[in-house]
Each structure stands twice: as C-alpha cells, then as structure tokens.
C-alpha cells in the first residue's frame, strides 16, 4: 500500500520526489478524474491540500466515506484557512474519545 496526494500541480510536485503517489489538479474536470485514478489506486493514506478540500468540498467528500484510503486534509501553500487543523482535531478528537486534550 501507498501515500498519496493531491493538489494542485504546483503543490505535489516535491512529493514524487519522496515516493508518494501524485495525483495533480487545475480544475473541476481534472480532479474528477483524478478521483477516479485514485479510487483504482491501492492506497493506504491520502493526503489531499488545503486549497482543493476547500474550493471541492463536495467532489471530494466521498473520499472521506471510504475506509481507505484514510484521508487527511494538509496546509496548503497559500494561506491557512484552518480546515487543516479542524480536520486534524476531529480526528484526534475520534481517537482521544474527548476534546478535551487537544489544545
């Protein structure tokens, strides 16, 4: 099994670099495809940027469904609009089994 991710194509590109499966968008047409390739894809863990989770909230949410790949939402390289961070807090929130110790 892998890692991979996707974004934008500017954002993936030193991912390849370290083996991680890339998976590289534009726009609406290309990340429905995308999402098709990685669906046939046998991936364990994928990592989706911050810019797309939030301008494709809906074409991705399905991912998000499936047990794998498990997916996690990552800064982008513009600016942090925390749905990163939110992301990671319902996780560890799931896991803890309480809010209460995630500051």
Do not use: H, W, Y
């Amino acid at each position: 099994m892998k890692i991979g991710i996707l974004g934008d194509n500017k954002s993936v590109l030193a991912f390849g670099a370290l083996g991680v499966e890339t998976f590289g968008v534009s726009n609406k047409e290309e990340l429905l495809l995308q999402i098709k390739a990685i669906k046939e894809k046998d991936l364990a863990i994928l990592l989706i940027n911050e810019d797309i989770a939030q301008n494709f909230d809906k074409e991705i949410s399905n991912l998000f469904q499936e047990t794998l790949p498990a997916c996690l939402v990552i800064p982008g390289i513009n600016k942090d609009s925390g749905k990163a961070k939110e992301g990671l807090k319902k996780i560890l929130e799931r896991a803890l089994g309480s809010e209460s110790f995630i500051n």
